[in-house]
């Protein structure tokens, strides 16, 4: 929680998704789709977000 707390509501997710998803499997997602759906509204309810704020998330490439 202390890595987000500067962040802002939009940018959270957006954040710690990839960040959850290198402490599980080594390496960070190529694309946003890559992390299943119920991963992404775990992560959201215990980072009080909204899910759908990840799929608005702007990924660069």
């Known amino acids: 929680m202390k890595l987000i707390e500067n962040k802002t509501i939009e940018t959270k997710i957006g954040f710690v ?3 959850k998803f290198f402490q599980n499997e080594a390496r960070f997602p190529t694309h946003k789709h890559e992390v299943p ?3 992404v509204f ?3 309810k215990q980072i009080f977000s909204e899910p759908s704020l990840y799929s608005q998330y702007d990924w660069k490439d």
Request: glycine residues 0%; without cysteine; hydrophobic residues 65%.
């Open 17 to 19: 998704i990839p960040l």
């Open 37 to 39: 759906k119920a991963v």
């Open 42 to 44: 775990y992560i959201a």
